[in-house]
C-alpha cells in the first residue's frame, strides 16, 4: 500500500513506497542471492535552484555477503562508473 504524501511547494499529493529496500529483502529471504534496484526516492522537502528532492538511487543486497563485500562491491561500482564516464580514476573539478 502506497504513503500518501502532500508535497508543500509544488501543491501535489505523492503516493510513495514506504520503503524500497522491503522488496528487494523478501526476494533475498525467498532464495534469489543477489538482487537490485536503481529506482526513484522522493523526500518532502522544499524545492530551489540547488536542492530537487527527487533523486535516483540503486540498492543492492547479497546474500552471506558481509559488510566487507558489500563495501568492496560499492568501491567496484563507483570507481567502474567514473572511468566508464569520465576515462579515468581521477576527476578534475573545474
Not at 514506504?18 to 536503481?38: D, M, S
Request: charged share 20%.
Amino acid at each position: 500500500k502506497p504513503f500518501v504524501t502532500y508535497h508543500n511547494d509544488i501543491k501535489s499529493h505523492l503516493y510513495l513506497r514506504v520503503a524500497p529496500e522491503l522488496y528487494l529483502k523478501q526476494l533475498v529471504i525467498g532464495g534469489l542471492e543477489r538482487v537490485f534496484e536503481i529506482g526513484r526516492n522522493f523526500r518532502n522537502e522544499g524545492v530551489d535552484a540547488t536542492h530537487n528532492p527527487e533523486f535516483t538511487t540503486c540498492e543492492f543486497y547479497q546474500a552471506y555477503a558481509d559488510y566487507n563485500h558489500l563495501m568492496n562491491t560499492t568501491e567496484t561500482l563507483l570507481s567502474g562508473l567514473v572511468k566508464t564516464l569520465t576515462g579515468s580514476y581521477t576527476i578534475r573539478y573545474p
